[in-house]
C-alpha cells in the first residue's frame, strides 16, 4: 500500500469528517466523499493482500484482516453500501442519522488508519548452535 497516498486520503476523511455537522446538502456531500475514500482504502488493502473483493462485504473482509476494528463492520458496511453508491438518500431525517452514525464510524476508524504503518520485514534470528567439536566433554 502506498503510504504517501493513504496519508493523504486520510487527510481527506477528516476533512470529509468535519463536514458532518453542517447543512443537510454539505452533510451529505462530505458522507458521500467520506464514504467513497473509505471504499478506495479498503479496496486498495484487499488488493494488497490479494484477498477477493466482495461487494457489500468491504468492511467486514477488512476486519477479519484486523485492518478496521471489527465492532463497525456491519454499521460502516451499511453506511458504505448507502453513501458510497450513485444514489445517495436526500431525506432531510435519513442524513441527520446516518451523519450521527457516521461520525462514530469515522471516530474508531481515523486513529486506526492513521496509526497504520507498513509491516516491516522481521531480521531471521539465527540459533546459535555450538559447534561440534567446541562442546566440552562432561
Given at each position: 500500500?502506498?503510504f ?85 438518500p436526500r ?47 562432561e
Amino acid at each position: 500500500m502506498d503510504f504517501e497516498k493513504l496519508a493523504k486520503q486520510v487527510e481527506k476523511l477528516e476533512r470529509s469528517s468535519a463536514g458532518f455537522g453542517g447543512t443537510a446538502e454539505s452533510r451529505a456531500q462530505a458522507m458521500k466523499n467520506f464514504a467513497e475514500t473509505v471504499r478506495d482504502i479498503l479496496t486498495a488493502f484487499l488488493k494488497e493482500r490479494r484477498e477477493p473483493i466482495r461487494p457489500g462485504h468491504l468492511f467486514r473482509d477488512a476486519a477479519a484482516k484486523g485492518f478496521v476494528p471489527g465492532d463497525i463492520a456491519d454499521r460502516g458496511e451499511n453506511l458504505l453500501i448507502r453513501w458510497a453508491g450513485r444514489v445517495t438518500p436526500r431525506d432531510e431525517k435519513t442524513i441527520a442519522e446516518d451523519a450521527g452514525h457516521m461520525g462514530d464510524v469515522a471516530a474508531k476508524l481515523l486513529p486506526v488508519l492513521k496509526a497504520y504503518r507498513k509491516e516491516e520485514e522481521k531480521p531471521e534470528v539465527r540459533s546459535q548452535k555450538p559447534e561440534a567439536g567446541s562442546q566440552k566433554p562432561e
